[in-house]
T-cell receptor, first 111, second 114 residues
Framework: QKEVEQNSGPLSVPEGAIASLNCTYS??????FFWYRQYSGKSPELIMS????GDKEDGRFTAQLNKASQYVSLLIRDSQPSDSATYLC???????????FGTGTSLTVIP | GAVVSQHPSWVICKSGTSVKIECRSL??????MFWYRQFPKQSLMLMAT?????????EQGVEKDKFLINHASLTLSTLTVTSAHPEDSSFYIC??????????FGPGTRLTVL
Protein backbone atom coordinates (compact mmCIF):
# COMPACT_ATOMS: atom_id res chain seq x y z
CA GLN A 1 0.00 0.00 0.00
CA LYS A 2 1.33 3.40 -0.96
CA GLU A 3 1.70 6.02 1.75
CA VAL A 4 -0.38 8.55 -0.18
CA GLU A 5 -2.86 7.69 -2.89
CA GLN A 6 -4.59 9.90 -5.40
CA ASN A 7 -6.73 9.20 -8.40
CA SER A 8 -4.51 10.06 -11.34
CA GLY A 9 -7.44 11.28 -13.40
CA PRO A 10 -7.67 13.01 -15.73
CA LEU A 11 -10.44 14.97 -14.12
CA SER A 12 -12.33 17.36 -16.36
CA VAL A 13 -14.74 20.02 -15.17
CA PRO A 14 -16.43 22.88 -17.00
CA GLU A 15 -15.39 26.43 -16.26
CA GLY A 16 -17.19 27.77 -13.21
CA ALA A 17 -17.83 24.35 -11.68
CA ILE A 18 -16.41 22.93 -8.47
CA ALA A 19 -13.43 20.61 -8.87
CA SER A 20 -13.00 18.03 -6.13
CA LEU A 21 -9.65 16.33 -5.66
CA ASN A 22 -9.20 13.52 -3.19
CA CYS A 23 -6.32 11.92 -1.35
CA THR A 24 -5.99 9.12 1.18
CA TYR A 25 -3.01 8.29 3.36
CA SER A 26 -1.93 5.23 5.28
CA UNK A 27 -0.11 6.56 8.36
CA UNK A 28 -2.84 7.25 10.90
CA UNK A 29 -0.50 9.37 12.98
CA UNK A 30 0.25 11.84 10.18
CA UNK A 31 0.10 15.43 11.31
CA UNK A 32 0.58 17.74 8.34
CA PHE A 33 -1.07 17.75 4.96
CA PHE A 34 -0.35 19.78 1.88
CA TRP A 35 -1.70 20.44 -1.57
CA TYR A 36 0.64 21.50 -4.36
CA ARG A 37 -0.14 22.55 -7.90
CA GLN A 38 2.21 21.70 -10.75
CA TYR A 39 1.84 23.19 -14.19
CA SER A 40 3.34 21.24 -17.06
CA GLY A 41 7.07 21.81 -17.23
CA LYS A 42 7.18 23.70 -13.94
CA SER A 43 7.98 22.75 -10.36
CA PRO A 44 5.27 22.29 -7.73
CA GLU A 45 3.97 25.30 -5.86
CA LEU A 46 2.26 25.16 -2.49
CA ILE A 47 -1.45 25.93 -2.51
CA MET A 48 -2.52 25.06 1.01
CA SER A 49 -1.51 23.29 4.16
CA UNK A 50 -3.89 21.86 6.75
CA UNK A 51 -3.19 20.38 10.15
CA UNK A 52 -6.54 20.05 11.95
CA UNK A 53 -9.72 18.20 11.16
CA GLY A 54 -12.28 20.21 9.28
CA ASP A 55 -12.18 22.76 6.50
CA LYS A 56 -9.67 25.45 5.69
CA GLU A 57 -10.52 28.04 3.11
CA ASP A 58 -8.24 30.29 1.09
CA GLY A 59 -9.92 32.18 -1.71
CA ARG A 60 -11.42 29.72 -4.16
CA PHE A 61 -9.62 26.80 -2.50
CA THR A 62 -10.89 24.73 0.41
CA ALA A 63 -8.91 21.93 1.97
CA GLN A 64 -10.80 19.35 3.99
CA LEU A 65 -9.21 16.96 6.44
CA ASN A 66 -10.74 13.92 8.11
CA LYS A 67 -8.13 12.14 10.18
CA ALA A 68 -10.52 9.40 11.29
CA SER A 69 -11.04 8.42 7.66
CA GLN A 70 -7.44 9.27 6.69
CA TYR A 71 -8.73 11.45 3.94
CA VAL A 72 -7.84 14.90 2.70
CA SER A 73 -9.45 16.73 -0.17
CA LEU A 74 -9.14 19.95 -2.11
CA LEU A 75 -12.13 21.80 -3.52
CA ILE A 76 -11.67 24.46 -6.17
CA ARG A 77 -14.71 26.69 -6.56
CA ASP A 78 -15.48 28.63 -9.73
CA SER A 79 -12.86 26.63 -11.62
CA GLN A 80 -10.93 28.54 -14.24
CA PRO A 81 -8.96 27.26 -17.25
CA SER A 82 -5.85 28.55 -15.47
CA ASP A 83 -6.50 25.95 -12.76
CA SER A 84 -5.70 23.21 -15.27
CA ALA A 85 -2.67 21.48 -13.78
CA THR A 86 -1.60 18.43 -11.81
CA TYR A 87 -2.44 18.61 -8.12
CA LEU A 88 -0.19 16.81 -5.68
CA CYS A 89 -1.21 15.74 -2.22
CA UNK A 90 1.59 15.48 0.34
CA UNK A 91 1.65 14.13 3.87
CA UNK A 92 4.16 14.59 6.65
CA UNK A 93 4.14 11.43 8.73
CA UNK A 94 4.04 11.06 12.46
CA UNK A 95 7.79 10.82 12.74
CA UNK A 96 8.07 14.21 11.09
CA UNK A 97 10.93 13.29 8.86
CA UNK A 98 9.09 11.45 6.12
CA UNK A 99 7.27 13.52 3.55
CA UNK A 100 5.28 11.55 1.00
CA PHE A 101 3.73 12.77 -2.23
CA GLY A 102 0.88 11.23 -4.11
CA THR A 103 1.29 10.67 -7.83
CA GLY A 104 -0.95 13.63 -8.57
CA THR A 105 -4.33 14.21 -10.17
CA SER A 106 -4.47 15.89 -13.55
CA LEU A 107 -7.23 18.50 -13.73
CA THR A 108 -8.51 20.08 -16.92
CA VAL A 109 -10.97 22.96 -16.74
CA ILE A 110 -12.88 23.25 -19.98
CA PRO A 111 -13.78 26.77 -21.10
CA GLY B 1 6.35 32.88 1.34
CA ALA B 2 9.66 31.08 1.43
CA VAL B 3 11.73 31.30 -1.73
CA VAL B 4 14.00 28.60 -3.10
CA SER B 5 16.19 29.22 -6.11
CA GLN B 6 18.00 26.84 -8.41
CA HIS B 7 20.84 27.46 -10.77
CA PRO B 8 21.12 26.87 -13.63
CA SER B 9 17.54 26.65 -14.83
CA TRP B 10 18.57 24.90 -18.01
CA VAL B 11 21.75 23.10 -18.98
CA ILE B 12 22.92 21.13 -21.99
CA CYS B 13 26.07 19.07 -21.71
CA LYS B 14 27.99 16.42 -23.56
CA SER B 15 27.88 12.82 -22.52
CA GLY B 16 30.59 12.02 -19.97
CA THR B 17 30.79 15.45 -18.43
CA SER B 18 29.67 16.44 -14.95
CA VAL B 19 27.03 19.00 -14.13
CA LYS B 20 26.50 20.82 -10.84
CA ILE B 21 23.12 22.18 -9.82
CA GLU B 22 22.75 24.60 -6.93
CA CYS B 23 19.75 24.94 -4.66
CA ARG B 24 19.45 27.89 -2.31
CA SER B 25 16.88 28.89 0.27
CA LEU B 26 16.87 32.67 -0.08
CA UNK B 27 14.93 33.92 2.90
CA UNK B 28 15.03 31.10 5.41
CA UNK B 29 17.37 28.48 6.78
CA UNK B 30 16.52 25.00 5.61
CA UNK B 31 17.22 22.16 7.97
CA UNK B 32 16.55 19.64 5.24
CA MET B 33 16.78 19.78 1.47
CA PHE B 34 15.42 17.27 -0.98
CA TRP B 35 16.33 16.44 -4.54
CA TYR B 36 13.75 15.12 -6.97
CA ARG B 37 13.83 14.03 -10.56
CA GLN B 38 10.87 14.09 -12.90
CA PHE B 39 10.64 12.60 -16.36
CA PRO B 40 8.03 13.92 -18.83
CA LYS B 41 4.47 13.08 -17.82
CA GLN B 42 5.67 11.15 -14.79
CA SER B 43 5.49 11.76 -11.05
CA LEU B 44 8.10 13.37 -8.89
CA MET B 45 10.70 10.86 -7.82
CA LEU B 46 12.61 11.54 -4.63
CA MET B 47 16.31 10.97 -5.17
CA ALA B 48 17.81 11.93 -1.84
CA THR B 49 17.36 13.82 1.40
CA UNK B 50 20.13 15.91 2.85
CA UNK B 51 20.61 17.60 6.17
CA UNK B 52 23.15 20.34 6.64
CA UNK B 53 26.53 19.00 7.62
CA UNK B 54 25.72 15.33 7.19
CA UNK B 55 25.75 12.81 4.40
CA UNK B 56 22.74 12.61 2.17
CA UNK B 57 20.31 9.72 2.40
CA UNK B 58 19.67 8.26 -1.02
CA GLU B 59 16.52 6.49 -2.11
CA GLN B 60 16.72 2.91 -3.26
CA GLY B 61 18.02 2.65 -6.79
CA VAL B 62 19.73 6.04 -6.84
CA GLU B 63 23.48 5.78 -7.28
CA LYS B 64 25.18 7.92 -4.67
CA ASP B 65 28.47 7.93 -6.58
CA LYS B 66 26.74 9.26 -9.65
CA PHE B 67 24.57 11.85 -7.97
CA LEU B 68 26.78 13.63 -5.48
CA ILE B 69 24.98 15.79 -2.97
CA ASN B 70 26.65 18.36 -0.76
CA HIS B 71 24.73 20.33 1.83
CA ALA B 72 27.39 22.73 3.01
CA SER B 73 25.19 25.26 4.78
CA LEU B 74 21.64 25.84 5.92
CA THR B 75 20.93 27.74 2.71
CA LEU B 76 22.82 25.80 0.04
CA SER B 77 22.74 22.27 -1.32
CA THR B 78 24.33 21.10 -4.54
CA LEU B 79 23.67 18.10 -6.75
CA THR B 80 26.42 17.00 -9.11
CA VAL B 81 25.55 14.59 -11.87
CA THR B 82 28.84 12.88 -12.64
CA SER B 83 29.67 11.37 -16.00
CA ALA B 84 26.27 12.30 -17.33
CA HIS B 85 24.63 10.18 -20.01
CA PRO B 86 21.57 10.82 -22.17
CA GLU B 87 19.40 8.75 -19.83
CA ASP B 88 20.16 11.28 -17.08
CA SER B 89 18.33 13.94 -19.06
CA SER B 90 15.47 15.01 -16.84
CA PHE B 91 13.93 17.81 -14.81
CA TYR B 92 15.73 18.07 -11.47
CA ILE B 93 13.90 19.86 -8.68
CA CYS B 94 15.08 20.68 -5.20
CA UNK B 95 13.01 21.58 -2.21
CA UNK B 96 13.80 22.96 1.21
CA UNK B 97 12.09 22.44 4.50
CA UNK B 98 12.19 24.18 7.84
CA UNK B 99 11.97 21.73 10.75
CA UNK B 100 9.24 19.19 10.10
CA UNK B 101 7.12 21.62 8.17
CA UNK B 102 6.30 22.64 4.65
CA UNK B 103 8.51 21.86 1.68
CA UNK B 104 9.16 24.76 -0.67
CA PHE B 105 10.26 23.90 -4.17
CA GLY B 106 12.83 25.51 -6.38
CA PRO B 107 11.92 26.26 -10.00
CA GLY B 108 13.76 23.22 -11.30
CA THR B 109 16.71 22.58 -13.61
CA ARG B 110 16.19 21.00 -16.98
CA LEU B 111 19.19 18.87 -17.90
CA THR B 112 19.77 17.64 -21.43
CA VAL B 113 22.71 15.33 -22.06
CA LEU B 114 23.72 14.97 -25.69
Amino acid sequence: QKEVEQNSGPLSVPEGAIASLNCTYSDRGSQSFFWYRQYSGKSPELIMSIYSNGDKEDGRFTAQLNKASQYVSLLIRDSQPSDSATYLCAVNTNTGNQFYFGTGTSLTVIP
Amino acid sequence: GAVVSQHPSWVICKSGTSVKIECRSLDFQATTMFWYRQFPKQSLMLMATSNEGSKATYEQGVEKDKFLINHASLTLSTLTVTSAHPEDSSFYICSARVGGGTQYFGPGTRLTVL
